[in-house]
């Protein structure tokens, strides 16, 4: 999930400026985290914690103010809302990357998914964002061939993931919604060759560039086994120091590449394991 934060931040800048070039500065002076990481680590935390996720949105959104939250979702929030709200935003897939990397099985992980979307995308796009975004990461993190991921997210999901990059560019705008975010940003993995390239690839569209390297980010960190030193080493001091601990409480315990452990946790709410140990974790197209 650190790999979705630091790819929200590289894409801080390029929100509303329509980039259509790969060739940028990763980092300047305005690199920031915004939404996209905040919500990240809410649901992280709720991962970590347990409790219930719609207490930890209300937190972290009253916590970290004006970080460019959407208008339906900060409303939500600040009302102390409770009840969905039907959105299909891509803001259910931008801060769901944590359930990717923590959860042993491919059921559990649309189990978790759907459950993280829900309380605010109940819409039936913001679940499938949802999913097939923390899907993509779990089969990344398996090891899966990048064509046989992609025919099965497409089977799964109903997402056309056939276009190219340059295809999709010249056209592509400014798009908030789940259906015409999240199929773009697995495109700009599948056609990246490194960490680095993905969040290029993802910011060169030109749309809601912090969601889009968020959500490729995360595919990216899991299938690349991790963020590149210097990458980490320039975005964890834009991170607030409350947000940063809450990564290394996951890192510590998932790792962003990590396989080994020795205990399998359980988790208080639901029985589900949780990744910690060598475990067997079923996937249909992972070599
Ligand atoms: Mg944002």
Known sequence: MFGAIVGDIIGSVHEWSGTK?????????HSTFTDDSVLTVAITDWILTGGNLVDFLHTYTESFPHRGYGGFYYRWATARSREPYNSFGNGAAMRVSAVGFAFETMDEVLTWSKR?????HNHPQGIRGAQATAAAIYLAREGGIRDRMKHALEAQFGYD???RLDDIRPAY??????????PQGLI?????????????NAISLGGDADTLACITGGIAEAYY???????EAAAMPRLDSRLAAVVSRFRERFGPST???????????????????VGCRGSGVSD
């Open 21 to 29: 070039t790969k060739d940028f500065p990763l980092f300047v002076e």
């Open 116 to 120: 993280s979307a829900e309380v605010t």
């Open 161 to 163: 993931l056939g276009a």
């Open 173 to 182: 705008a400014f798009n908030e919604t789940c259906q015409g975010t999240v």
């Open 188 to 200: 700009a993995f599948f056609e990246s060759t490194s960490y680095e390239d993905a969040i290029r």
């Open 225 to 231: 086994g991790g963020v590149p030193r210097e990458l």
């Open 259 to 277: 396989r080994a452990g020795s205990e399998s946790v359980r988790d208080q709410d639901s029985g589900s394991r949780v990744r910690g140990g």
